[in-house]
Each structure stands twice: as C-alpha cells, then as structure tokens.
C-alpha cells in the first residue's frame, strides 16, 4: 500500500508557474504508474498526466499539453507536475494517483487508479 501526499499549490497570476510535488511512502513508487488528476469549482474531475512506473513514457490532457511536464525521481519517492503559462481554466484541487503494475505503459484513466492523494489547491487568478 502506498500514501501519497501532494504539496506546492497555492495562488498564481495567469501566466506563471507552480510545482507540484506528490511524496510517496510505504512502498516502493518505483512498482507504481502514476498520474495527476485534476477537479476545477462545478467540474468533475479530469486527466492531467500521467508516467510510466520508470519514466520513460509521458501522455497528456490537450487542455495542457506543451505547457506541464509530468516526471518522477523513484530514488526520493516523488512525483512532479511542473506547470508554466497557467491559466484560470487551470483553477482546480490537483490530486496524484498511484497504480501498482508490471507495465511499462501510463495510465490515463482515473477508475484504475489504487490510490489517491487529498489533493493540493491551484487557483490562478490576477
């Protein structure tokens, strides 16, 4: 079993950048395809990114492709969502999942996620 914990949200003008980091613990994070998930005010909850359990493979939701990089340091346990040129649309609670796995593919879907982090709030606001 693996508790993840995200941090680094906060409030951002349009255009910045934020990191947010996910700290993974109680197992190996290196046996887990991760991804980023993101639910806005009156929205459900959609895709961000998501990374192969050894990095290797990266995918992306359209709404943020070229301006996020999903990527991962399975040495420290940690998962990161750099985000730059943010938008207001980018307003959301951002959570990180974690599936454990012998794949080496990503994992778009939210349903095959094991475990969830509460979530780090991002609000991008002038």
């Known amino acids: 079993q693996v508790q993840l914990v995200e941090s680094g949200g906060g409030l951002v003008q349009p255009g910045g950048s934020l990191r947010l980091s996910c700290a993974a613990s109680?197992?190996?994070?290196?046996?887990?395809?991760m991804g980023w998930f993101r639910q806005g005010p009156g929205k459900e909850r959609e895709f961000v990114a998501a990374i192969s359990r050894t990095g290797d493979s990266t995918y992306y939701a359209d709404s943020v492709k070229g301006r996020f990089t999903i990527s991962r340091d399975n040495a420290k346990n940690l998962v990161y969502l750099q985000m730059n040129s943010l938008k207001p649309e980018d307003t959301a609670v951002y959570h990180c999942?974690?599936?454990?796995?012998?794949?080496?593919?990503?994992?778009?879907?939210?349903?095959?996620?094991?475990?969830w982090g509460q979530g780090t709030q991002v609000t991008v606001s002038a």
């Open positions: 999942a974690a599936k454990r796995t012998i794949s080496w593919g990503v994992v778009p879907s939210a349903v095959e996620y094991d475990y």
């Open positions: 109680g197992s190996i994070l290196s046996t887990y395809a």
